[in-house]
C-alpha cells in the first residue's frame, strides 16, 4: 500500500534503499512496468518515476502520468521533456542521461529499478546502485512496442487505468419506447462487456409518486448528467475492449429542452469533451409501449428529429438502427466491427 507522499507503509528497517528511481516513457503503461514499480516500491523508503517526453509520443505525458498516479496513488511521477535525439535505448548516451538525470531531479538516487539493458550504466554513471528487474520478460512476456502493434491483442497486458484510455464508448439514443435499453444489453452480451444504464430513468422513476414530479428543473438535468458521467468512468475501467451506454450527457441535453424548454449552456458544460467512437440512434419504427412514466407516443417523432439535427450540429458520428430487434442489433454489430477492427468474439 501507497501512502499520500509515495511511501508504503512499512517500518523503515525492512527497506533496502531510501531513494529509489524508474524512468521511462510508459507508452503505454503496462503490467510489466506495473511490476517493475511494485518490486522497486517493495524496497524503497521513496519512490521517484520520470516520464520522458518528447514530441514523438502522441499520448500527452499527463495521461501517461495520470495512470501511474491512479495505479499508485501518492506516487511522485515527475514529467522529463527532453529533445528527440535522446530519444533511444543505447548505452551510447547513458552518461548524458545520468547527467540530465541529476540536473533534473537535483539529487543523486540510491538506486535505480530498470528491465533494460542501459540500465546499469545510466546508473553507474550517476553514482547509483542499479537493480535489474525481468530483462528477459518471463514474469510479464510483454513490451510497449508489442502493444502498440495490436492493442486489442495484448488487452490483458493493461491495467485499469491504462485500458479506459484505449476504450471506445458506443452510445445509444433515441426517442421514448424505441430499444435503448434493450439494445445496449444486446450489444454488451455480444461484445461480453459492461454496459452503462440511464440513470435519468431510475431518478425519474424514484420522484414518480411525488407531489410536481412531472416539474423539472436545470438542477436535476445537471444532477443527472453527472452522475451518468460518474457511471461511465466507474464502469469504464471494467470495460472488456468497449463501453456501451444507454444515453449520455449530450442525450439528457435534448431531453432539457424537451421538459424545460430550451437547451442549457450549463448543462452543456457538463457533456464530455471526448466525443464517443459512435451515437447509435434507435429509429421510432416499432410499436410504442406506455409503461407508466412515458409522456406518449404523439412526441417521438419530434423528439427523432430532434436528435439527429442536434448529432448533425455537433458533428457526432451516428448510424440509425431500424427494424426487427435482430436486425437492429446486425447492424450495429456490423457498424462497430468496421470502426474498432475487435477480435472475434469467442461463443
Given amino acids: 500500500m501507497v501512502s499520500a507522499n509515495g ?9 533496502r534503499f531510501n531513494q529509489g528511481l524508474i524512468i521511462g516513457k510508459f507508452y ?19 519512490l521517484t518515476v520520470i516520464l520522458c517526453q518528447t514530441d514523438r509520443y502522441l499520448i500527452p505525458p499527463e495521461v501517461r502520468a495520470g495512470w501511474l498516479r491512479e495505479t499508485f496513488p501518492g506516487l511522485d511521477v515527475r514529467i522529463l521533456e527532453h529533445d528527440a535525439s535522446l530519444d533511444s535505448n543505447s548505452t551510447d548516451i547513458s552518461e548524458t542521461w545520468a547527467k540530465l538525470t541529476v540536473d533534473f531531479l537535483g539529487f543523486v538516487p540510491d538506486v535505480v529499478f530498470s528491465s533494460e539493458s542501459y540500465g546499469e550504466p545510466y546508473a553507474r554513471f550517476m553514482g547509483s546502485q542499479h537493480i535489474l528487474v525481468d ?7 510483454i513490451s ?8 486489442w ?22 426517442a421514448e419506447s424505441t430499444g435503448t435499453t434493450t439494445l445496449a444489453k444486446d450489444l454488451a452480451t455480444h461484445f461480453q462487456t459492461v454496459w452503462v444504464p440511464e440513470y435519468g430513468r ?15 428543473t436545470t438542477d436535476e438535468f445537471i444532477h443527472i448528467a453527472t452522475i451518468q458521467n460518474l457511471t461511465e468512468d466507474a464502469l469504464l475501467k471494467k470495460a472488456n475492449r468497449l463501453l456501451i451506454c444507454d444515453t449520455d450527457a449530450f442525450a439528457t441535453t435534448l431531453w432539457h429542452e424537451r421538459y424545460v424548454g430550451t437547451l442549457s449552456p450549463e448543462l452543456e458544460k457538463v457533456v464530455k469533451k471526448e466525443k464517443p467512437l459512435l451515437y447509435i440512434l434507435t429509429d421510432i419504427d416499432i410499436p410504442f409501449v406506455q409503461d407508466g ?19 448533425k ?14 436486425k437492429r442489433l446486425a447492424i450495429a454489430i456490423a457498424e462497430i466491427n468496421r470502426l474498432t477492427s475487435l477480435p472475434p468474439v469467442s461463443p
Fill in 7 to 15: 511511501k508504503e507503509f512499512y517500518p523503515s528497517m525492512q527497506k
Fill in 135 to 141: 530483462l528477459e520478460r518471463r514474469h510479464i512476456p
Fill in 144 to 151: 510497449a512496442t508489442q502493444i502498440r502493434s495490436d492493442i
Fill in 202 to 216: 431510475s431518478y425519474y422513476e424514484g420522484k414518480l409518486f411525488a407531489q410536481g414530479s412531472t416539474t423539472w
Fill in 313 to 326: 450540429e455537433k458533428h457526432l458520428p451516428f448510424i440509425i438502427v431500424n427494424g426487427s430487434k435482430k
Fill in 293 to 311: 412514466t412515458r409522456d406518449g407516443e404523439h412526441l417521438r417523432a419530434g423528439m427523432h428529429r430532434r436528435f439527429i439535427e442536434r448529432l
Fill in 28 to 46: 503505454p503503461f503496462h503490467k510489466g512496468h506495473q511490476f517493475l514499480i511494485e518490486t522497486a516500491l517493495s524496497q524503497c523508503q521513496s
Fill in 153 to 174: 491483442k495484448h488487452w490483458d497486458y493493461l491495467p485499469e487505468s491504462t485500458r479506459a484510455f484505449y476504450t471506445p464508448k458506443i452510445v445509444i439514443l433515441g
